[in-house]
């Protein structure tokens, strides 16, 4: 019987051994995906700032075609009724 124990025991002491190893290794990779993560994630960021433009840049410009665009809609508009009404 204690040699039935002292097997159980081993393999028990054997089995968190390996846990331990596993919990260390993952650790490590997290702290590598961790790591690539976060550079991947600055370079995505350099790569937005580069391309697009801030909300804030674009507000003049988004105001000056919506009123451009207000402007000829409404001249295409005056220009129906002028047809309708007139002639």
């Known amino acids: 019987m204690t040699d039935h124990n002292d ?3 081993n393999d028990l002491e054997n089995n968190m051994a ?3 190893k596993d919990v ?3 650790k490590d ?3 590598e995906f961790k790591n690539d993560f976060k ?3 600055q370079a995505f960021k350099t ?3 580069e391309k697009f433009v801030s909300k804030a840049d674009f507000s003049p410009v988004q105001k000056i075609v919506y009123g ?3 402007t ?7 220009a129906f009724i002028y047809q309708i009404i007139i002639k």
């Open 24 to 26: 260390k290794e993952f």
């Open 68 to 70: 451009m665009v207000g």
């Open 29 to 31: 990779d997290f702290k």
């Open 47 to 49: 790569h937005l700032d």
């Open 7 to 9: 097997l159980k025991i």
């Open 72 to 78: 000829i809609l409404t001249t295409i508009l005056l």
């Open 39 to 41: 550079s991947d994630f």
């Open 18 to 20: 390996n846990i331990q």
